[in-house]
């Protein structure tokens, strides 16, 4: 790896950086200053501020913010960087605008969204549950994905296989797959056929914490594991924290098994790639895995307390040893499971 430059102890470094990308000159981009924003396990995010004019900056960490070792190559930054400008041309205002890119820095700036975006998991945690939001995110995946169905030319772009696997497919499935030899070798049929299959353009980390409310609806941040692959992972994805919060907080299962309904309902009429049933069978299936991986793999949620951890891990084991799985039968499952 490169010399990590690491912008948060470096003032002349980041001064340099906002010189280099035209953002500010001279005594301005010496006195810009830098606030930590909160964010996920991978990345260093900052509010940058140069007089009246903010800004946001984010850069790769080489080693991620987990307990367990977890090292992954900083480059993914550009396959963020290009999702974006992607998904910006065909989601218009969903995406934040890219700025700049800093190559030396392994980083990039972008539009700062303000505080009076919230932070949809702080939403959902917090109870205020609206399915409308799961709907609408499912239109914007929707578009995404058909726009970027069988186009080779993105797909040469973002042939990011082997960065996919090291930050989804190894800390997830194949770590589930070690701590439990039972449903290994499901898991690992499951990571196989995950790789194989290229469809179209996929975030990747399609979690309510990296989705922000605008005032024209949800807003997607954090597409480092962008790849053209499997669109079933990211509504799998995404499905997975309903079913997951809904472990946390049975009070609000009902409005979020809605929202999970939503979130499919408005995504598969844009299924034009594909049978539609073809592509749910994979998704049922990589959400069971996914269950699994979120209390086993290497960056388990935070939120689940040790029982319903116990109950979450149980649940998905079966689930993964049921063949034919459908969304609406591990709904179903999960409702008998889970409610009050």
């Not at 303000?114 to 917090?126: F, I, Q, T, Y």
Request: some cysteine; charged content about 25%; hydrophobic content about 45%.
């Amino acid at each position: 790896m490169d010399h990590y430059i690491d912008l948060a102890n470096d003032p002349c470094a980041l001064a340099s950086l906002l010189r280099r990308l035209g953002l500010a000159h001279g005594d301005a981009a010496a006195s810009a200053t830098l606030t930590p924003l909160t964010g996920g396990v991978s990345s260093n995010i900052f509010r940058i501020d140069i007089g009246d004019t903010t800004y946001c900056l984010k850069q790769a960490l080489p080693k991620l913010k987990v307990a367990k070792d977890w090292i992954v190559p900083v480059e993914r930054v550009y396959a963020e960087i290009g999702w974006l400008r992607t998904a910006g041309r065909i989601v218009p205002g969903h995406v934040p605008d890219v700025l700049g890119v800093d190559r030396e820095t392994k980083s990039f700036v972008m539009t700062f969204l303000p505080p009076s975006h919230a932070n949809w998991k702080r939403e959902l945690m917090d109870g205020r549950i609206d399915p409308e939001i799961a709907a609408q995110l499912g239109d914007l995946l929707g578009r995404i994905h058909a726009a970027t169905a069988g186009d080779a030319e993105i797909a040469a772009r973002f042939a990011n296989d082997n960065t996919f696997h090291a930050i989804r497919l190894e800390p997830y499935l194949e770590e589930a797959a070690r701590q439990h030899p039972e449903v290994s070798v499901a898991l690992r049929s499951l990571i196989e056929r995950t790789a194989s299959t290229r469809e179209a353009l996929v975030h990747g980390d399609v979690s309510p914490k990296n989705i922000l409310l605008g005032p024209a609806g949800p807003v997607m941040l954090d597409a480092e594991c962008a790849w053209y692959g499997d669109p079933a992972f990211d509504v799998a994805f995404c499905l997975n924290h309903f079913l997951l919060k809904a472990a946390r907080s049975p009070s609000a299962l009902a409005a979020l098994m809605l929202s999970f309904a939503r979130l499919v309902e408005r995504y598969v009429p844009h299924i034009k790639w594909t049978k539609p049933d073809v592509l749910l069978e994979r998704v049922a299936s990589l959400l069971a895995a996914l269950l699994l991986a979120r209390v086993d793999g290497k960056s388990p949620v935070e939120y689940l307390d040790e029982h319903r951890r116990a109950r979450v891990r149980a649940a998905a084991i079966e689930l993964i040893g049921r063949r034919g799985s459908t969304l609406s039968g591990i709904t179903m499952f999960w409702q008998r499971e889970f409610s009050e």
